[in-house]
Structure formats: structure tokens, C-alpha cells
């Protein structure tokens, strides 16, 4: 990667870190923290409040990035970002859970996530653009294990209502990020792997492969979202103070970091990723189960926990690189919105059920509705076509006409190890996917040279 290509990477992953952020800090602390204001004895509320954020950033995320595209990317995630801020400061000076409620809301309309991927794949050669992409998904991996912990200590020195104002601050500061770091992209123009094809829509919904995935970060974040209406008040009911609810976090997700990056380099590179994948639903079940039976309990909360986030992490690594091996060359933007979408969809029914069912018929109901998620997602799951043993490589062909690009497609598929191809003329990029085990690299770049010329 180009210099320019690192500092466009760096500060795009750290305007969706400081975003994430905002979402993340409160979930350990929030379900405490509601019990003090007006209406927020109710847990129905509280899951509300919680999920609030992923219905607007549902209806926000795809017609954000199509926007960026005809009145300018910067303008869009500013735009964003001063939304997002406005709703943290809304919610830190929210004076009953209605308002903060609202607050969330208006967080997560700043939906800029779609407008970001598009501004990361502007900025980066197509060569480099998956490395870029996985660069800041790590960081948000990053951020949400560093808020579980981050989240009660900044709890006990400026509260809640301080959490949602630094959220605000850091919000104002991305914008700075977004004016002054950020390279300006030198042309913008749609992407077919980073950016929602609205004339894809259907070929993506009606892939059974890619909605069992979209059912499973839909379920997945429904639980989670669910879970953190319950958690915090049963840690402070099984006795352990609410400033010292880092001290479960922490170790929990080390070690179920430990745990999980050997199975994700097992199942890469033996190709044994559908039963690293259907253990992970499965042992998700388990711990769900575990919540259910020993909510009640300091170390039956800790231990389903440990076996939670190993489950969790392996899961939210995954499940994007299933989408890109299972989805179309040509919809992979198209498959990855819908996902990011069902993602969100999940984060808000999540906390409304879960918040539900809490206040009508008790904390182990809420588990109980978990459990029959994860077991609804370990069936799907069962009967998954298993993920080929492939990775994708992108190329700038320049533009060329249809007739070429048909031509070119059909030179490069009958290489060996290309599994697909395809060769998009207005963009001048070619995408393939090729076997992990070897593929004709050097006949693909010859090819790919002498179109260019």
C-alpha cells in the first residue's frame, strides 16, 4: 500500500472505531445506568433505547452510500457524523428514557458506514482493497472488546450521561479526521464490491446460501443486544458491584481471543471452515443455555460468558468472509450491504424483544428466546453448502468496451485455480476468485497487462 493508501485506510477505520465506540461503551452499563431515570424501570424501554440505534441505522446505511455517490463522500459522512454527535449529546442531557431514546435514534441515523466503504475504495488500488477492508474490521473487533472493558470504568468516573457526551466529542473529532487526514478521492465513482447495487437486490435475496448467513448476524446481534438488557443487572444482582464488572469482561475476552484465532487459521487454511463455523453456532447454543440455567449465579454468568465470546468473536470474523466467498463477483457490495443490514435489523429486535420479555416474564425467558435463535440458526446451518477454498483478487484493467471485457473474462476463467471471473468494463476492475491452494497468478497478470495496454 501507497502512503496515501495507509493514511485514507487509517483514518476511515478510525471514524468507524470512534463511531462503533459510541454504540459500544454503553452496553454493560446502560441497563444500570436506566434504572435511575423516569421510565426507565421498564425494561421493555431500556431494550428499546438499546436497539433504537439499529432500526435508524437500518433505514440510513444504504441510501447514505447511494447518496455519496452524486453529492460527494466527505459531505456525506460529515453530514453523518453531526448527526451521530447530536444524538449523544441528546441522550447525555436526556432527562427520562424517552428522551434517550430518541437520542439513539438520531445516533444511529448518522448511518455513514456504506458512504465510508465507498470513500476506503476510492482511496485504494484494487489490489490492496481487501487488505484496507479487513483492516477496519478489525478495528472494530478492536473497539467493542476494549468498550466491555472501557465501559464500567468510565462509568464510575463521568457516568453515563459523560459516555454519550465523549461519544459526541469524538464524533466532532472524526469530522477532523474526515477534513484533514483523509486524502480527497481524486475521481468517485460506484464500486461493485464495496457499494449496494439496488439491481442486484433480488439476485442477493434470493440466494439461500447468503440469507442463511444474513439469518445468522441477524440472529447473532439480536442475542447479543438482548443479552446486555439482562447482564449487567444480574453481574450487580449476583453481588458484584458495578465497577468492577471489567474485572468479568477482561479475562473472558482474552482468552476467548486466544481460543478463537487458532480455529479461524484451522478452517482457512485446511479448508474446514463449515465445521469451525457450525461448532461456533453450536457452541453459542451451549452458551446460551449456560445464561438461561445460571443467570442467577457469578460464575455460571462468568463461565457461559467465556464460551460466549469465543463463540461471538469467531462468529463476527467469519461470517464476513463467508459472504465474500458465497457471494456473486459482481454483488459483493450488493451481498455486504444486505448483511450490514440484517445486522442491524437484529441489533434493534434484539433489544426490543429481549427488553419484552424481560419486563413480562423474567430474566431466564430472555436466554430461553437466545437459545431458540441460535438453535433456528445451528439448523440452517447444518445444511450449508460448505464454503469453497477460495480468495478474491482484484485488478485495474482500465475501461474497455463489453466486447473486450467478455473476451477477457473467458481468457481468465480458463486459467488454472480461477474458480470466477469477472470483468466489469465501466469500472475497468477485474475480480477473481482463486483456489487457496495455488492458481495461475503469473498467466492472469500477462492477460491482464496486455488488456491494459
Not at 464490491?193 to 440472529?219: C, E, S, T, W, Y
Not at 450487580?236 to 464488572?245: E, I, T, W
Not at 469477472?422 to 495461475?440: F, N, P, Q, T, Y
Amino acid at each position: 500500500m501507497t502512503r496515501a493508501e495507509k493514511r485514507a485506510t487509517s483514518g476511515l477505520a478510525a471514524i468507524f472505531g470512534l463511531r462503533m465506540l459510541g454504540m459500544f461503551l454503553i452496553l454493560p452499563v446502560f441497563a444500570l445506568y436506566a434504572e435511575h431515570l423516569p421510565g426507565g424501570n421498564n425494561h421493555t424501554l431500556v431494550g428499546l433505547a438499546l436497539g433504537m440505534y439499529g432500526l435508524t441505522q437500518a433505514l440510513f446505511m444504504i441510501p447514505f452510500g447511494m447518496a455519496s455517490d452524486r453529492i460527494g463522500r466527505k459531505k456525506v459522512i460529515i453530514f453523518g457524523l453531526v448527526v451521530f454527535a447530536l444524538g449523544s449529546f441528546v441522550a447525555a442531557a436526556a432527562t427520562d428514557i424517552y428522551w434517550t431514546i430518541f437520542g439513539r435514534a438520531l445516533q444511529g441515523a448518522g448511518a455513514v458506514s456504506a458512504a465510508v466503504t465507498a470513500m476506503l475504495a476510492d482511496l485504494t488500488r484494487e489490489e490492496h482493497r481487501t487488505k484496507a477492508m479487513a483492516i477496519i474490521g478489525s478495528s472494530i473487533g478492536v473497539t467493542f472488546a476494549l468498550s466491555l472493558v472501557a465501559g464500567p470504568a468510565l462509568n464510575r468516573v463521568i457516568g453515563v450521561p459523560g459516555i454519550f457526551a465523549l461519544t459526541g466529542m469524538l464524533a466532532l473529532a472524526a469530522i477532523w479526521v474526515v477534513r484533514v487526514w483523509v486524502p480527497d478521492p481524486a475521481n468517485s465513482h460506484f464500486h461493485a464490491d464495496a457499494q449496494a447495487n439496488p439491481a442486484r437486490l433480488k439476485d442477493v435475496l434470493r440466494n439461500g446460501q447468503l440469507l442463511r448467513l444474513n439469518f445468522g448476524i441477524f440472529a447473532l446481534h439480536a442475542a447479543q443486544m438482548a443479552m446486555f438488557v439482562v447482564v449487567p443487572v444480574a453481574l450487580k444482582n449476583s453481588g458484584l458491584a458495578a465497577d468492577h464488572h471489567w474485572a468479568v469482561y477482561l479475562p473472558v475476552l482474552l482468552g476467548s481471543f486466544v481460543l478463537m484465532v487458532p480455529a479461524i487459521i484451522y478452517g482457512e487454511k485446511r479448508g474446514r471452515m463449515k465445521p469451525v463455523f457450525v461448532g461456533a453456532v453450536a457452541l453459542m447454543l451451549l452458551a446460551q443455555i449456560g445464561l438461561a440455567v445460571g443467570i442467577d449465579y457469578l460464575w455460571g454468568i462468568v463461565w457461559a460468558l467465556f464460551f460466549y465470546f469465543v463463540a461471538f468473536n469467531l462468529l463476527e470474523a467469519s461470517l464476513p468472509s463467508l459472504i465474500s466467498k458465497l457471494a456473486p463477483a459482481s454483488a459483493k457490495g450488493t451481498a455486504m450491504g444486505v448483511y450490514n443490514t440484517s445486522q442491524a435489523l437484529g441489533l434493534f429486535f434484539g433489544g426490543v424483544v429481549g427488553g419484552w420479555l424481560a419486563q413480562h416474564y423474567g430474566f431466564h425467558v430472555v436466554f430461553i428466546f437466545c437459545v431458540v435463535l441460535m438453535a433456528m440458526w445451528l439448523l440452517a446451518t447444518l445444511s450449508m453448502t460448505p464454503p469453497p477454498a477460495i480468495k478474491t483478487r482484484m485488478f485495474n484493467v482500465g475501461v474497455m468496451p463489453e466486447d473486450q471485457a467478455a473476451l477477457l473474462k473467458m481468457q481468465l476463467v480458463g486459467l488454472a485455480g480461477v474458480v470466477e471471473a469477472v470483468v466489469l468494463a465501466e469500472e475497468g476492475v477485474a475480480m477473481l476468485k482463486v483456489s487457496i491452494r495455488g492458481w495461475d497468478e503469473a498467466g492472469a497478470r500477462s492477460l491482464l497487462e496486455a488488456a491494459a495496454i
